[in-house]
Structure formats: structure tokens, C-alpha cells
């Protein structure tokens, strides 16, 4: 069964920065695509970042320039470094990969088949 385990939650204040892993288990074959997701209370889940096993990414315009998204296969990791954090970054961070290439398409509007357990992320002073 594969299994995503993620850390670097927490608290910062705005304009600071926060570093998130998502450790992928359960597979010899690194993910085709993974993604970063965030949900705030009483809104619907958004897709913040993507990237393929071929290193193209993906970003929502609301982060574009302030987060990157990484990976790195040998660990089976995906990152996201947040920096420029606003308050509206405010949310709980899901990570998300799937193995199915479903025609070669990496986007935050794909149907992925295993969630992390989310990490919360708030920005505030």
C-alpha cells in the first residue's frame, strides 16, 4: 500500500517561509505525477503545485514566484518552499501522487489516487 507521509508544518509569520516534505512509501517506482494542495476552513480544496516525473511544473497563479515545488526521486520526496508567506497562505497542506499516467497528463485538476494526512500551515502575526 503506498503511503505519504508529510512534515514541515507550523507557524510563521508573514513574509517568512516554511519548507514541506511529503515522503512517498510503497512503490519501487517513483510517482508519474504528485501534487500540493490546501484547503482553508469553509472553502473548497485548491491545487497550489504539480510537477511529473520528468521535472515539469506546474503552479496556481496565486503562489506563482513565492513557491517552488521539488522533487527528489532517490528519496522518493516530494517539496514545496514556501517563502513570501501571506496569511491568506493560511490552510491545512495536503500532498497527493498517483502512478497511472492517464494519457500523460500532470495538472492540479487530475483525479489522484493517494493523499497525504495534511499539515497545517499558518501565517499570521
Known amino acids: 500500500q503506498v503511503q505519504l507521509v508529510e512534515s514541515g508544518g507550523g507557524s510563521v509569520q508573514p513574509g517568512g517561509s516554511l519548507r514541506l516534505s511529503c515522503a512517498a512509501s510503497?512503490?519501487?517506482?517513483?510517482?508519474?505525477?504528485m501534487g500540493w494542495f490546501r484547503q482553508a476552513p469553509g472553502k473548497e480544496r485548491e491545487g497550489v503545485a504539480t510537477?511529473?516525473?520528468?521535472?515539469?511544473?506546474k503552479y496556481a497563479e496565486s503562489v506563482k514566484g513565492r513557491f517552488t515545488i521539488s522533487q527528489d526521486n532517490a528519496k522518493n520526496t516530494l517539496y514545496l518552499q514556501m517563502n513570501s508567506l501571506k496569511p491568506e497562505d493560511t490552510a491545512v497542506y495536503y500532498c497527493?501522487?498517483?502512478?497511472?499516467?492517464?494519457?500523460?497528463?500532470?495538472?492540479?485538476?487530475?483525479?489522484?489516487?493517494?493523499w497525504g494526512q495534511g499539515t497545517q500551515v499558518t501565517v499570521s502575526s
Open positions: 497527493a501522487a498517483d502512478w497511472r499516467l492517464l494519457g500523460g497528463y500532470c495538472y492540479m485538476g487530475r483525479e489522484f489516487t493517494y
Open positions: 510503497g512503490s519501487t517506482y517513483s510517482p508519474y505525477c
Open positions: 510537477i511529473n516525473n520528468s521535472g515539469n511544473k
